[in-house]
């Protein structure tokens, strides 16, 4: 059985860091490439994050040189850093397969940046 169990968010002021985990249960993990996505308020859900099997990485423009995936396949764990928060990075944060994702979704993590 597929679970997806995001954590790690949270509330914090523009210039902050948050570090997000993804805890996978079932093969999802083994059988595929990673992604964080983020669903701002009243936008649709986008990536923001991929990493791949073989650990190359892919970031959304928005993201380039703020943020850090990484993965832990015996741990079947994959993370999030974020550094230098800013309030466009506000939302609920997802893990899912990448680029394609599952229909399945887990419940989110929120992260908040507001000073």
């Known amino acids: 059985q597929v679970q997806l169990v995001e954590s790690g968010g949270g509330s914090v002021q523009p210039g902050g860091s948050l570090t997000l985990a993804c805890a996978t249960r079932?093969?999802?993990?083994?059988?595929?490439?990673m992604g964080w996505y983020r669903q701002a308020p009243g936008k649709q859900r986008e990536l923001v994050a991929g990493?791949?099997?073989?650990?190359?990485?892919t970031y959304a423009n928005s993201q380039e040189g703020r943020a850090t995936i990484s993965r832990d396949d015996a741990r079947k764990t994959m993370w999030l850093q974020l550094n230098n928060l800013n309030p466009e990075d506000t939302g609920v944060y997802y893990c899912n397969p990448f680029p394609k994702s599952y229909s399945y979704w887990g419940q989110g993590t929120q992260v908040t940046v507001s000073s």
């Open positions: 079932g093969n999802i993990f083994r059988l595929n490439s």
């Open positions: 990493i791949l099997g073989n650990d190359s990485t």
